[in-house]
């Protein structure tokens, strides 16, 4: 079976310090966090950036030094947010694309956050999509419900496009499509072919969708963006906790774990960093 492709989520734009000691922040903790999560098996770096006070922003120059931080301390492939926090503005969130990581998420649609709406209109889509595509940054499509599969879609066929397609299916989001039992499944079947795709499980689905996604085939984005307890009532310690228990549900159905040059492949992206 194809080798497992782990993202991990590492940062995001939710958790504090405060209920999180462990989230890494300054670039030196990065450059720990991704050497660590390397060693666990990750292979993408799925990256959200924090200001001095901890909160979340789309600053350039923190882009710029967690980047460097990251690409200094491994070999993982840098996937910036353009999702940002809920609060951010387009011309924030498409700003540190110039940085030209080698790949970015595009969340293909508008969705509910718990009571906040994390809005993503059609032409915002577009200017994302053209933006990435111009700086020849690779697109991981965010879907949190099924019609984005199908903008997705639309984008990449109105824009005759033809890098590799690959998607991140994330489920359990408050306000959004939740992790029933066949909600993977029923995504995937969904997706085009010939693409890849990972999954994620918020909170207390997420062991049930990474089982879900190793048995189909799929990949699995873990980190603490996505999960706060690694059981219940025990919060994470690492990012490389979390990693390293994906790779050994993996290991257990015979699966091996990608290196980043193997995800590089499956992604059809160029063999080095940038
Ligand atoms: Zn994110």
New binding site residues.
């Given amino acids: 079976m194809t080798p497992l492709i782990i993202t991990v989520?590492g940062v995001?734009?939710e958790v504090s310090k405060a209920q999180q000691p462990a989230l890494p922040i300054t670039p030196e903790e990065l450059a720990e966090d991704a050497a660590r999560c390397r060693q666990a098996g990750a292979s993408i770096y799925?990256l959200?950036v924090r200001d001095d006070s901890g909160e979340p922003t789309m600053s350039v120059d923190r882009f710029r030094a967690a980047k460097a931080a990251i690409e200094d301390a491994s070999d993982l492939i840098v996937q910036f947010?353009s999702?940002g926090a809920v609060t951010d503005t387009e011309q924030d969130r498409l700003a540190p694309l110039s940085l030209r990581p080698e790949m970015a998420?595009l969340t293909t649609g508008t969705v509910n956050f718990g009571d906040e709406v994390f809005s993503n209109p059609r032409p915002l889509i577009e200017r994302f999509y053209d933006r990435m595509c111009d700086l020849d940054v690779l697109p991981e499509f965010e879907i949190f419900e099924a019609g984005m599969i199908a903008t997705a879609g639309s984008l990449y066929e109105s824009r005759g496009s033809t890098h590799h397609q690959h998607f991140d299916l994330v489920l359990g989001v408050p306000g959004a499509m939740p992790a029933w039992d066949d909600a993977v499944g029923f995504l995937a079947a969904h997706l085009p072919q010939d693409s890849t795709w990972s999954a994620t499980g918020i909170g207390r689905a997420h062991l049930p969708v990474t089982q879900a996604a190793l048995r189909l085939g799929g990949h699995v984005r873990t980190g603490f963006?996505d999960v706060f307890y690694f059981e219940a009532g025990v919060p994470a310690t690492s990012n490389a906790q979390l990693i390293e228990r994906v790779a050994a549900m993996a290991r257990a159905e015979g699966r091996e774990i990608a290196s980043p040059e193997q995800a590089r492949e499956l992604l059809r992206l160029p063999s080095s960093k940038r």
């Fill in positions: 989520c995001g734009a799925h959200h947010t999702g998420s963006e």
